[in-house]
């Protein structure tokens, strides 16, 4: 087998080697979600890629993968969110007046202006709802529009974030406003309450915080279901870890690593480099990015004191009053957030793993503090550094609007929401489409791609299902083309595994793996239109059930399993219990269309043979072999209603008028509602040829009738519109006609006397008419005369004067 090649965080460059400590196996952990909030595409991006990576490395390359997966259930973000939903619960609770609600209303709102849009209030600081509008649009108008804060370069993260807050001042002005303070200015009466109330929450009851925790890591679950993410093998959670963690920090303190001041721990940057080891290993770059390193530390460990140098990071954080704490040889705390990682993957995974992986923000400060504190845990001065991960693997991130998908910036689109617009293949087909390692945008021009590859594979695999089962039917046995020269699609299908197999050694390059695949199915329709009657069944069958096998194990598929053994997308049924149920609502439609046929008294003797034939033997015979797919032991009943309307089809020219009338009617109902709202499609097909019976989601083929009667009824509406307009325009011009030219001009104001034709002679001040506007009336005179000449010759001079 070939060596995998992937990009390492940890050796910039190109892809290298992939060598696993124990031959066959990989020990990989990836960061998972702070349980805070629902889930976002940006996190679907993460874990979707990491999933397909996973997947190729156990069912293409056939490794023993050990996935780890830890959720965070205690940071900053969680005690803030947990904190300030408990206190603005409380305050609902609370009896205002109307003019106390309004006053708290106003010092959240001057409060959240201060502290996130202090433009707001630099003048005189007299912010209020009456004239927050106007402010806005003076100090933030150039953002609002699309442009930066400054009025040079792109807008990003800075401009995105001033978005996210403009917009909960608006909520907030309408709420204060329309005296609904409460649910319209959550977002910034949060803050403020927790500014004033945050020290009075009893921490002791740590249900505050593990009740947010427990629901949000359920969202997250169901979310990774949902788009067919396998579950990790072991999930950690910092709670359950908290005694190991504060026994890992004591080890590193006692190694002269790491340091205790003002009750907190924090990991000494020098002394670990001045015993030989490298810090920011992964982002050398940013080691002194004041921003970063205030992230990493999270919101309310800015106050924390006593640190030797600036980088250096907290591994266990004094808690002050309103958060959790747990007991430690310091006095009461709480874990850092790097900190956590490190405990949890070692316990599992041992001082050296294989792959680590996350999202590409998280590389510095968190791994690469991860990396730090782990290595200073294990190593042993005598043995140089120590390695705890072997190859880090950092999943690009996915933005919108030139900034990164975050909660924090509130510029998101949930899990469940994307869900409503797209199915869980498509999302992925998207993600497929990208190098997993690459920052990826959702543009128009990407969905229309990844629409476009889902077309021609759920066509294709559709297509060859339903061949297939012609050449079952016909009694041909998938012909070989021993006799004949070669088609070529097996020379094609082995070049195209070759690629594929180039692709994913390649860094698991899944671009151009999608390609691959398009290009075997664009070359085996080509032949397929190309030998209608001596098409290669043999190696047909055989490129489909190998593009199966592929798309399964992208992960594709969410009702397959592996091996992915099938032939084309699997069914959601599940197992049968009983057959003869799973097929009745075919066996009714085949009964009533012979009853409906019987009723219009055909003189055919063909017919009359169809009406008699049963399915019955044939479908006994898939129940006896064991089979459990719906389609195949729906196959024999659906086919003998396409087989009768074939030939009623077939025969209706010669029928009389109202007989035929009959035929198409009923012949139409069958396909577009009998058969469509089970999801079985007939294809009509010209030469002779019987219907091609395609078996498709039923929900998709009931969406393609309804909108084809919309776009019917519109082109109806839209004609008889036309036709009332041109019968109205009509109208109109037989009344202007009825007019007499002699008439037309003496009934105008603007003149005094008239010739005997009735064209103007002079002006209504007695003067002649000028020359210019006497040729221009001609003219008018002239058409009214010929319209008006139309009229008496089609209505006999009725009307006429």
């Not at 012909?479 to 088609?487: E, I, L, N, Q, R």
């Not at 699609?489 to 390649?506: F, P, R, W, Y």
Request: aromatic fraction near 8%.
């Amino acid at each position: 087998m070939d060596t995998i090649k992937v990009h390492n965080s940890l050796r910039p460059g190109g892809p290298m080697p992939f060598k696993p400590i124990e031959e066959g196996k990989v020990k990989w952990y990836a960061c998972g979600p702070t349980v805070y909030d629902q889930s976002h595409l940006g996190h679907a991006r993460n874990y979707v890629s990491t999933d397909i990576i996973r997947r190729i490395m156990k069912h293409y390359f056939g490794f023993d993968v050990n996935f780890v997966m830890n959720f965070t259930d205690v940071d900053d973000k969680i005690i803030l969110r947990a904190r300030r939903l408990r206190l603005l619960d409380l305050e609902k609770k609370k009896l205002y007046s109307g003019e106390e609600l309004h006053n708290l209303g106003i010092a959240a709102f001057q409060a959240y202006a201060t502290s996130s849009l202090p433009l707001l209030v630099a003048d005189d600081g007299k912010l209020d709802e009456s004239n927050y509008a106007a402010r806005r649009d003076a100090a933030y108008g150039k953002v609002l529009a699309g442009g930066t804060l400054s009025g040079e370069g792109k807008p990003g993260d800075d401009e995105a974030k001033i978005r996210m807050h403009v917009g909960n001042m608006d909520s907030a002005a309408r709420a204060i406003q329309e005296k609904k303070l409460f649910g319209g200015a959550d977002d910034v009466l949060q803050p403020y309450l927790d500014f004033l109330y945050k020290e009075t929450i009893d921490t002791s009851d740590q249900t505050i915080f593990t009740d947010l925790t427990r629901h949000m890591e359920g969202e997250f679950t169901d979310d990774m279901d949902a788009l067919n993410v396998l579950r990790p093998d072991v999930v950690t959670r910092v709670t359950d870890y908290v005694p190991q963690i504060a026994k890992f920090v004591e080890k590193i303190v006692e190694k002269g690593f790491a340091y205790e001041a003002e009750g907190s721990v924090y990991f000494d940057i020098a002394a670990f480099e001045k015993a030989g080891n490298t810090y920011a290993r992964l982002r050398p770059e940013s080691r002194n990015d004041k921003k970063l390193l205030e992230d990493g530390e999270g919101s309310l460990g800015k106050k924390l004191g006593g640190k030797k140098g600036p980088g250096d990071f907290a591994l266990w954080k004094k808690s002050k009053a309103g958060e959790p704490y747990w007991p430690s040889k310091w006095g009461d705390g709480r874990p850092g957030w790097h900190i956590e990682c490190s405990v949890m993957a070692s316990d599992v995974l041992g001082e050296v793993m294989d792959i680590h992986s996350g999202g590409i923000d998280l590389a510095f400060p968190h791994h690469d503090n991860e990396l730090a504190q782990s290595e200073a845990f294990f190593c042993r001065h005598e043995k140089g550094e120590h390695t705890w991960v072997n190859y880090f693997m950092h999943m690009g991130h996915l933005s919108i609007s030139g900034s990164k998908m975050s909660k924090s910036l509130k510029n998101f689109q949930t899990i469940k929401d994307a869900l409503k617009e797209s199915t869980a293949r498509s999302i992925r087909i998207i993600f497929l489409m990208g190098r997993w390692n690459d920052g990826v945008e959702i543009s128009p021009d990407m969905r229309l791609q990844a629409e476009g590859w889902e077309f021609t594979v759920n066509n294709f695999f559709t297509n060859i299902k339903s061949l297939l089962a012609e050449v079952s039917a016909r009694g041909l046995k998938n012909p070989s083309m021993k006799d004949k020269p070669s088609s070529g699609l097996m020379e094609g299908l082995e070049q195209a595994k070759k690629d594929l197999h180039a692709a994913l050694v390649n860094s698991f390059d899944t671009p151009r793996t999608m390609s691959v695949v398009l290009g075997l199915i664009k070359d085996t329709n080509i032949h397929i239109r190309e030998h209608k009657s001596d098409a290669d069944f043999g190696s047909i069958e055989t490129i489909a059930r190998w593009i199966t096998k592929i798309v399964g194990i992208l992960g594709l598929d969410g009702n397959a399993k592996p091996p992915y053994e099938g032939l084309g997308w699997a069914a959601s049924l599940g197992e049968i219990v009983d057959p003869n149920d799973a097929v009745k609502p075919y066996e009714d439609v085949l009964e009533n269309v012979k009853k409906d046929v019987l009723k219009l008294n055909i003189e055919s003797n063909e017919v009359k043979s169809l009406l008699l034939l049963s399915p019955d033997q044939e479908f006994r015979q898939l129940v006896d072999a064991g089979t459990k797919d719906v389609e195949q032991l729906a196959l024999p009943h659906v086919r003998a209603v396409s087989r009768l309307r074939d030939e009623m089809r077939r025969i209706a020219p010669t029928t009389a008028a109202e007989t035929k009338k009959s035929i198409l009617s009923l012949s139409d109902r069958i396909r577009d509602y009998d058969l469509t709202n089970l999801g079985v499609y007939l294809d009509d097909r010209t030469d002779g040829q019987p219907s091609l019976v395609k078996f498709v989601p039923a929900v998709d083929l009931i969406a393609a009738r309804e909108e084809k009667a919309a776009k019917d009824a519109e082109r109806a509406r839209a004609k008889e519109a036309a036709k009332r307009k041109q019968a109205a325009e009509e109208a109109a011009r037989w009344e202007k006609a009825k007019l007499s030219p002699t008439d037309m001009f003496k009934a105008d104001d603007r003149f005094s006397a008239w010739d005997g034709e009735g064209m103007p002679t002079k002006m209504k001040d007695g003067s002649d008419m000028p020359k210019s506007q006497m040729k221009k009336l001609k003219k008018e005179w002239d058409r009214q005369k010929k319209l008006h000449d139309e009229y008496n010759g089609k209505f006999g001079g009725a009307g006429a004067s």
